[in-house]
Nanobody, 120 residues
Framework: EVQLHESGGGLVQAGGSLRLSCTASGSRFDDYNMGWFRQAPGKEREGVSCLHWTGSTYYSDSAKGRFTISRDNAKSTLYLEMNSLKPEDTAMYYC??????????????WGQGTQVTVSS
């Protein structure tokens, strides 16, 4: 079992940057595909980015070119560097472990989320 805890959210102006962190505890962190999801009020949860255990990265169309996913296995931490933020990036961001990077399905373990708010 894996326990996940996100941090790093906050309020930022459009065009700004944030780095989200997701710290894992429990089972071997580096055995899992890890991903970031977000959910805005009134909208469905969507996959933002995924990092396959082999190192391959995947991004949604909205994240490509602006967001970068990475992991530090020694620290059991997943990151999401978000640049050029837009008001439409406002959402609760969640990290997940054990998902399928091709369709963002699965996700055996989830964090509690961290709120990102981008003001215009």
């Amino acid at each position: 079992e894996v326990q996940l805890h996100e941090s790093g959210g906050g309020l930022v102006q459009a065009g700004g940057s944030l780095r989200l962190s997701c710290t894992a505890s429990g089972s071997r962190f580096d055995d899992y595909n890890m991903g970031w999801f977000r959910q805005a009020p009134g909208k469905e949860r969507e996959g933002v980015s995924c990092l396959h255990w082999t190192g391959s990265t995947y991004y949604s169309d909205s994240a490509k070119g602006r967001f970068t996913i990475s992991r530090d296995n020694a620290k059991s931490t997943l990151y999401l560097e978000m640049n050029s933020l837009k008001p439409e990036d406002t959402a609760m961001y969640y990290c997940a472990a054990g998902l399928n990077c091709f369709d963002y399905k699965g996700g055996a373990y989830w964090g509690q989320g961290t709120q990102v708010t981008v003001s215009s």
